[in-house]
């Protein structure tokens, strides 16, 4: 099934698919719910599309008003058909694509602080919760208000343990998943501030 871009500057735009099955795009229904949900969040964003695939989520987001997108995948056809892609709708200025192991790049100190991460890695295989651990050991990725998207199958779907990271919506579309995670020290910062010493007191 072809994939394009909803919405934005390359609204239209047919995006190409990488060859064979490694990869899992995103369709265009949950595409276009998921930006529904992110809304004004997108704009001005920095956007980092981890096991990118395609380049769809990210390459919508550049269209939509997303600052700057970082792509990283460690599949050749991947890279190529990124790259591909960018070109066709002329966002290629606005991207950066790494081929890498997504599992290292995390791992390693962060190259930007990200208002989005968006994770779909290949199924089946519980490499979305990993991804999502070594993220929560090394936060400096995800901006203290920003949003850690997971995409994968329902029935990959498990509880899981984190520190840093908080569940804080899920969406079921026909076989697709989403998963949503903000930072869980925000809800802390909150609670902190409502009883900060600088608060008067009352004697």
Do not use: C
């Amino acid at each position: 099934m072809p994939i394009r871009v909803i919405a934005g500057s390359a609204k239209g735009r047919k995006l190409k698919l990488v060859p064979g099955d490694s990869t899992r795009p995103v369709m265009d229904r949950v595409k276009e719910a998921l930006f529904s949900i992110l809304g004004r969040q997108i704009f001005d964003a920095n956007v980092l599309d981890v096991f990118a695939g395609t380049g769809s989520v990210a390459i919508e987001a550049l269209s939509r008003g997303a600052k700057h997108a970082t792509l990283i995948d460690l599949d050749k056809q991947a890279i190529d058909t990124i790259h591909e892609n960018l070109k066709l709708t002329g966002l290629a200025e606005k991207a950066t694509v790494r081929r890498a192991d997504a599992f290292v790049a995390l791992a390693n100190k962060p190259d930007s602080v990200y208002d989005i991460i968006y994770l779909a890695p290949p199924q089946y295989k519980g490499m979305w919760i990993k991804a999502l651990q070594i993220i929560d050991t090394n936060m400096g990725w995800l901006r203290e208000d920003g949003s850690i998207i997971v995409q994968i199958d329902p029935s990959e779907r498990e509880a899981i343990t984190l520190k840093s990271l908080s569940l804080v919506d899920e969406r079921k579309y026909g076989n697709t998943l989403l998963l949503f995670y903000e930072p869980a020290q925000e809800i802390q910062t909150h609670l902190i501030a409502a009883i900060s010493p600088d608060t008067p007191s009352e004697d």
